[in-house]
C-alpha cells in the first residue's frame, strides 16, 4: 500500500512539472527566433541613416566649393572698385589697342574732314583726328533703348553682368566686334554663362548694327528671329570677343550697274503676270547678321544668325 501510494502521489506531481517546463520553453524559443530579425531591422535603419547624413554633406560641400564668390550689387562701392580693376584690364587686352589703334571714337573725337559713320559734330574741346580710319569705337550702354529707360540688360549691370563692354564699328564693311565681360551673376550653372543670357546679347548687338552707329536702339531694330548654335560652355568671369557683320552688306558699287533689258524681251514678257514671271515677283525685303561669339584664345564658344526687315 505504502508503494502504491507513493507512485499515485508522483503522478499528478510530475505531470503539471512537465507542463510548465514546455509552458516555459516556448516563449524562450519564441524570442530566441525574434532577436536576429530585430538586430536586422536596426543596422537598417543605421545604414540608410548613414548613407542620407553622407549625401546631404557631400551636396553642401560640393554647393559652398562651386558656388561663386559674393557678387555686390551694382552701384555699390565694392562694384565701382571692380568696375574700375576691369575696365584697366579689358583696355589692357590686345585685340582692344589693336583697333583702337586704327580707330576713332564717336563721343571724343573731332575729324579733320567727314568720314564713314560721322553724322554729327562731336563734343566740344575733343582731339583731332582723321576720320578716314576704318574703324569707330563706340560708347554703348546695351541698357539704353528708345527713350533712354533701361532696357533688358539694364538689369544686368555691374560687375556682376555686362559691366564692361568695348565696341568698334567699321561702317565700310559694316561689321563689329565688341568686347564684353560676362560676370557670374549671368551663369545658369556654377561657372558656365545662361544660354539665354548669351542670346540676350547677340540681340543687343544685331538691334546696334541695325540701327547705326549713334542714336538709341528702338523696338523696330530688333531680330525677327534669333537662332544659336552653341559649339562648347562659355564659362563666366571672362572676356569675351564678338564679331558680326551683315551676310548681304549694302555696300557701294564699284562695278557697273548691268545693262537694262532689251525692248523686244520686255515686250514678249509683258503680258506675264507675276505668279509666272517670278523676276517680276517683289522678293521679301530683310536683313541677315551672322555673329560669332570667341573667348580671347581664338576659340569658338557659340554661333548666331539674325534676320529681320530691313529698314
Known sequence: ?????????????????RASRQFIRHPRNAQVLELPLQSRIRWSYLWYASILALGITTGLGAR??????????????????????????????EIVQSLRSQSYNLHTDT?????????????????????????LELDLDFGRENDGKKGVL???GGARGLGVQRAFWNAETREMVAVVWIGGGLAGWPGVAHGGAIATIFEEIFARMAKGPDGLVEPVH??????????????SLDFYVIRAAFSKPDLPQ?????????????????????KKDLTKKPQASSQEIIATLE????????????????L
Open 295 to 310: 573667348n580671347i584664345k581664338g576659340e569658338l564658344c557659340v554661333k548666331a544668325k539674325g534676320t529681320f526687315r530691313k
Open 64 to 93: 559652398h566649393f562651386a558656388a561663386p564668390l559674393g557678387l555686390p550689387e551694382p552701384g555699390s562701392p565694392d562694384d565701382d572698385l571692380i568696375l574700375d580693376s576691369l575696365s584697366r584690364d579689358v583696355d589692357a587686352l
Open 111 to 135: 575729324a579733320l574732314r567727314s568720314g564713314p559713320g560721322l553724322t554729327f559734330a562731336p563734343a566740344p574741346g575733343s582731339r583731332k583726328i582723321s576720320a578716314y580710319k576704318g574703324w
Open 1 to 17: 500500500m505504502s508503494r502504491a501510494r507513493i507512485l499515485l502521489n508522483r503522478t499528478p506531481f510530475t505531470a503539471p512539472c
Open 154 to 156: 539694364g538689369t544686368m
Open 222 to 235: 530688333r531680330p525677327d528671329s534669333l537662332s544659336l548654335t552653341y559649339a562648347k560652355p562659355t564659362h
Open 254 to 274: 564699284s562695278e557697273p550697274p548691268p545693262e537694262p533689258e532689251s525692248e523686244p524681251t520686255k515686250s514678249w514678257l509683258a503680258w506675264l503676270s507675276p
